[in-house]
Nanobody
Framework: QVQLVESGGGSVQDGGSLRLSCTASGGRILSSSIMAWFRQAAGKEREFVALIRWRGGSEIYADSVKGRFIISRDNTPNTMHLHMINLKPEDAAVYYC???????????????WGQGTQVTVAS
């Protein structure tokens, strides 16, 4: 069974940058899979951030991160990234990666999740 592990979180100043990574192990990611990032800020519900087809392309971004975040993936090793620039205090959250089989921003469709990585943005 595939396991996902996020890394790269940390604390940055307003306007700073971070790159999150999500590494899959324990199984094979099907080429038809959809990989996504979600985030959950303190006291708020988890929300969609970005997704990409594992075979590449067809990215979707939440309006709040368009133009600032870029999702990408490397087949070797099985790693997905979220490049974040011009971070704002409202981007502070626990960021989760997930894998699913449906091309959707609905988190209920994603069956495998990582443990999350914390991003803090100081104003």
């Amino acid at each position: 069974q595939v396991q996902l592990v996020e890394s790269g979180g940390g604390s940055v100043q307003d306007g700073g940058s971070l790159r999150l990574s999500c590494t899959a192990s324990g199984g094979r990611i099907l080429s038809s899979s959809i990989m996504a990032w979600f985030r959950q800020a303190a006291g708020k519900e988890r929300e969609f951030v970005a997704l990409i087809r594992w075979r590449g392309g067809s990215e979707i971004y939440a309006d709040s991160v368009k133009g600032r975040f870029i999702i990408s993936r490397d087949n070797t090793p099985n790693t997905m990234h979220l490049h974040m620039i011009n971070l704002k205090p409202e981007d502070a959250a626990v960021y989760y990666c997930a894998v699913g089989s449906e091309y959707t921003t609905n988190q209920k469709a994603y069956r495998t999740w990582g443990q999350g990585t914390q991003v803090t943005v100081a104003s």
